[in-house]
């Protein structure tokens, strides 16, 4: 008998097929006590297990490339990390085996994570996937991750690690679902890249038996358990829709009375090009560089290496718009020689542009080696500070722009609500705004984008989001500059739609969403985009903000 389930759409797309669950967690290792003269070749176990989880890591994204290699390299910073490598080493030291002193140390760890809040807290499921990838090692039992199978199938998970994520096959996994995570955490982004639909944040997931049929909706986060015969052509029609829809969107993005939306792409480095080239991107409306600087986190990158990295993907776009987002370090991103690593919350703390006005020398190479990459090329560079909180911010990252002699636009990212709330002061030091929902959401309501607990306030539907939207919006627009939007939320076709409405110039998201959200706006017109954004903003709740925009572009 069919029953539906309701989660969190993050990933566009119908999957069918039989579910297959996560191989289990690694057991806890026995607590027991080795004799002292041992503890050296103990040391050297844990040693030699960290560094080979932390090389399969990084192997892992090096084939993943893009956004995908940026997470899963920090993942084995964190493998790495001194402080917990030292606690090992002393739990070693005083009787424990190597697997148990690795497991001890990292569930300390994870508890004072765990109550950090904000960004760090979303990284335990990151934190727990490295632990048990070294315990394994070192028990010699297997890895904890994929199934392996010959049938394509459904992947259900408690939660995904980016390590799993990053390699999934999509001609084997139709698609996943899990039952935390939400809706811009790392794997939900990386199944946007991927194609893949997914379901996050769904109540009870682990408990759907091995085998049992399922039909995942990532557009709508909807789950039917044994799906009727009924049920399962309805979705293949909507499918099959869905795809005609998309062979038939091509060019430039715009509403069906011929307003022209661009329609950008979110890129983490030259791995990325090629997607958002083929979707058919008009320019890349966020460029995230720090792909380059977690490669080595004791020192910058070189003048020369950032040169050749930007060049690559300033030149995929010759004539298009490529707005480049500098250093966003600190929080989630922590590099040894910027961040302090002793801050009691860091997401409230030193990150992104206060992190680089503290270290003006990492910020003056960074915007030197843009404006020589850009040199001699016919694109239209445009260059953007992350974390701006007020004009202040936004004058000084303005003058370092002019101090490096760079011949582009600068502008800054509305990320805080002090950002939207004066966005028109902001604007009077730079050119353009561009709206990052993701973390905009978050210090909006208090609510990390990791943690499924909270993700109805992650929702980037949510009503008050769409206000501050709005200001920032209306203030572009009474200062006669843009203003983008290159969160998470420009991949919903819906709430692209409702985002042009509220007055957004431009829209980037992964490459993946473009045909879904050019073939969407090419529906309707930029009057009935504004009646659905006005019926949105008038809601309570991002449910009835969503169910309200519906009705108005679809008649009811």
């Known amino acids: 008998m069919e029953t539906t389930l309701r989660g969190v759409g993050v990933s566009h797309g119908v999957a069918i097929g039989e579910v297959r669950h996560m191989g289990t967690a690694v057991l806890e290792p026995p607590a ?20 080979a989880v932390a090389a399969d890591l990084t192997a892992r994204g090096n084939l993943a490339g893009g956004e995908a290699q940026a ?91 980016p390590a799993d994520t990053a390699l999934l096959d999509p001609s084997l996994v139709l698609g996943f679902v899990t039952e935390e995570g939400g809706p811009t955490s790392h794997s939900a982004i990386l199944a946007r890249a991927l194609g893949v639909p997914a379901v996050v944040a769904l109540p009870g997931a682990v408990e759907l038996g091995e085998g049992t049929v399922v039909a995942v909706d990532g557009s709508t986060g909807e789950v039917f358990v044994q799906p009727s015969e009924e049920r399962r052509t309805e979705l293949a029609a909507a499918a099959a829709e869905r795809r005609a829809a998309l062979a038939g969107s091509t060019g430039p993005g715009a509403t069906a009375d011929g307003h022209k939306v661009p329609l950008l792409a979110n890129v983490g480095g030259p791995a990325d090009v090629p997607a958002a080239v083929a979707a058919g991107a008009e320019g890349v409306g966020l460029f995230r ?67 680089l006005l503290d270290h003006p020398d990492v910020l003056r190479t960074q915007l030197t080696a843009l404006a020589k990459a850009a040199e001699g090329l016919p694109v239209h560079l445009e260059v953007m500070a992350p974390m701006v909180a007020d004009r202040a911010d936004a004058r000084a990252f303005a003058d370092a722009c002019r101090a490096a002699g ?22 009077r030091e730079v ?31 949510q009503p008050a989001l769409l206000d501050l939207v709005a200001l920032s919006a209306e203030a572009a627009r009474a200062e006669g500059k843009s203003c983008g939007v290159c969160g998470e939320a420009a991949s919903d076709p819906l709430l692209a739609c409702v985002l042009t409405g509220l007055g957004v110039t431009s829209l980037s998201m992964g490459a993946a969403s473009l045909p879904y959200v050019r073939a969407t706006l090419a529906k309707f017109t930029l009057a009935q985009c504004e009646r659905a954004a006005a019926a949105a903003r008038a809601a309570d709740s991002a449910e009835e903000a969503r169910s309200a925009a519906q009705g108005v572009l679809s008649g009811e």
Do not use: C
């Not at 705004?433 to 539907?461: E, H, I, K, M």
């Open 32 to 51: 027991k006590q080795i004799p002292a003269q041992e503890a050296g070749r103990e040391q050297g176990r844990a040693r030699q297990a960290v560094d």
């Open 71 to 161: 997470v899963l390299e920090a993942q084995a910073m964190m493998a790495q990390d001194p402080e917990l490598m030292a606690d090992v080493d002393r739990r070693i030291a005083v009787g424990s085996t190597a697997e148990r002193a690795v497991y001890d140390a990292f569930a300390a760890y994870r508890e004072l994570l765990a109550g950090a809040g904000e960004y760090l807290a979303g990284r335990v499921a990151d934190l727990d996937d490295v632990r048990n990838r070294i315990v394994a090692r070192l028990l010699g039992v297997p890895m904890p991750g994929v199934p392996d199978s010959d049938h394509p199938y459904v992947l259900v998970a408690r939660d995904l690690a």
């Open 289 to 355: 560089t720090e792909f380059l600087f977690l490669d080595d986190s004791e020192r910058a990158p070189s003048e020369e290496k950032q040169i050749a990295a930007y060049r690559q993907v300033l030149e995929a776009f010759p004539e298009g718009r490529v707005v480049v987002r500098v250093l966003d370090a600190g929080a989630d991103k922590p590099l040894a020689f910027l961040t302090p690593a002793d801050e009691p919350n860091p997401a409230l703390g030193v990150r992104g542009l206060r992190t």
């Open 406 to 427: 760079l011949r582009a636009k600068f502008g800054a990212m509305v990320e805080i609500p002090s950002a939207a709330l004066r966005a028109r002061s902001i604007l």
């Open 431 to 461: 050119e353009f705004l561009s709206l990052g929902t993701n973390d905009l959401a978050q210090y909006t309501f208090a609510a990390d984008r990791q943690v499924g607990a909270v993700s109805r306030l992650q929702d980037p539907w």
